[in-house]
């Protein structure tokens, strides 16, 4: 038996959750991997499902949780075995399969990565889906040419998961980072991970009035999306290229192409989950060596699988700060 939280449907279409035992026979029996889960997180795709926001979640009962952590306990797939550690982000587990919110999942060999050697699994979960996402879009930014000298970063979103871990990683390789946020009480918070400069949102959150305006950002990390995202895409230096990772602010984007005629601006879309393998496990190397894990430290809390219904709710109105790190088994 274990534990897990299950989230239920009823007929009238609300939504409730609780943690309930389990026992191995109803896990997934499409998966081939069986992992002993020590960590997951709490995302705003787990807000959506806590909540039964989104239509993210396909059937119920359902055990949400979008990543995970822990130890592998039984393996039909030669690359793992009984003992491995191992890590989980994307492939829409804790959407469309069952997630990490459970002290055991059943999950297929290819979406998992070896945790790196020297990292634990409270830290793989401190980064989390949200950190791996802003080590993604700091690849795609270095990869497209971005270096220190050029400039300064823009992070928008920055007190958020995505955000708060970027500008961490950023500062540490050298960047001179200005970080937008609603909250002006975030601004030390901020500034401890590295930020230089803090922009307020409502600098950023103006009608566009112009395609083009004053080349203000050398790279952005944007995890905000919407009329934010086109408001930025012309202010960007010549050549400049914006990582998008987010949606909080809508699918929509109310920009016209100038700025990717006139200024070369390339607009890189960040999926955290139908990574390759091999790009997969760079991030997550990466993320070891360029992620002060002091800070991260700093930014990361903890809670048990009973605290979870709560905070469904506080993360989709954006009063969560930092990463939330969910222990299965308290």
């Known amino acids: 038996m274990f534990k897990a939280l299950i989230v239920e449907k009823s007929e009238d279409g609300a939504i409730s ?86 002290q055991k999942a059943r999950v297929k060999g290819d979406w998992l990565v070896p945790l790196p050697a020297g990292m634990t699994t409270r830290q793989a979960m401190a980064v989390g889906t949200a950190g791996f996402t802003a080590m993604l879009a700091v690849m795609a930014l270095e990869d497209h040419g971005l270096t220190p000298k050029q400039g300064e970063i823009l992070v928008t979103g920055a007190a958020g998961g995505v955000g708060s871990v ?69 202010q960007m230096k010549y050549g400049a290229s914006v990582a998008a990772v987010g949606l909080a602010g809508g699918a929509a984007l109310p920009a016209t192409v100038i700025p990717f005629l006139l200024r070369g601006v390339n607009l890189l879309g960040i999926d955290s989950v139908m990574q390759p393998f091999a790009n997969r ?29 709560d905070l469904g709710s506080a993360i989709l109105k954006g009063a969560v700060q930092g990463r939330i790190v969910v222990d299965v088994n308290k």
Not at 173 to 190: N, Q
């Open 17 to 102: 959750s609780g943690v309930q035992q389990l026992d191995d026979s109803q896990l997934p029996k499409e998966g081939d991997v069986t992992v002993a889960v020590d960590y997951s997180t709490v995302n705003y795709k787990d807000g959506l499902c806590l909540t039964g926001g989104g239509g993210l979640v396909r059937a119920y009962p359902h055990v949400p949780g979008i990543d995970f952590a822990g130890t592998v306990e039984q393996s039909d797939d030669a690359r793992y075995k009984a003992g491995d550690k191992v890590v989980l982000t994307g492939w829409r587990v804790g959407e469309a399969w069952w997630g990490g919110y459970a």
């Open 166 to 234: 970027a500008t961490a990683i950023l500062a540490k390789r050298g960047y001179s980072v200005a970080a937008v946020t609603g909250r002006p009480e975030t601004a030390d918070y901020l500034r401890s991970l590295g930020a230089s400069r803090i922009v307020a949102r409502e600098e950023l959150n103006e009608t566009v009035k112009r395609p083009l305006e004053s080349e203000n950002w050398a790279g952005c990390v944007d995890a905000v999306g919407g009329a934010m995202l086109a408001r930025v895409l012309g």
């Open 281 to 309: 496990e760079r991030a997550w190397k990466r993320i070891l060596s360029d992620l002060p894990m002091d800070k991260l430290e700093a930014i990361s809390k903890t809670v048990a699988l009973g605290d979870l219904p």
